[in-house]
Nanobody, 112 residues
């Protein structure tokens, strides 16, 4: 079992910065990912980090603006959101491989 708790969401203006956190507990996993879901849209992949080695992957829409990282000592994964845009508004979720565990999500709203 893996428990995930996201935090750090809120209302920000376009161009500001925001950092999301995903605190994990339970067994070791291979990777953590961030997904997001906007109203009326399907959940989509945002970024992934490999727990061993720290390899990262991004969807094209956020590459160069968002950075995923981890703090192994605190078993926490972060998503640094720089220069957010209104189209980044969504509920952001943390996810694991394997196990496909999900957190409850944290809402990010970007105003123009």
């Amino acid at each position: 079992q893996v428990q995930l708790v996201e935090s750090g969401g809120g209302l920000v203006q376009a161009g500001d910065s925001l950092r999301l956190s995903c605190a994990a507990s339970g067994r070791t996993v291979v990777s953590y990912s961030w997904y997001r879901q906007a109203p009326g849209k399907e959940r989509e992949f945002v970024a992934r980090i490999l727990w061993s080695g720290g390899g990262v992957f991004y969807t094209d829409a956020v590459r160069g603006r968002f950075t995923i990282s981890r703090d192994s000592g605190k078993n926490t994964v972060f998503l640094q959101m720089n220069s957010p845009k209104p189209e980044d508004t969504a509920m952001y979720y943390c996810n694991t491989v394997p196990g496909n565990y999900w957190g409850q999500g944290t809402q990010v709203t970007v105003s123009s």
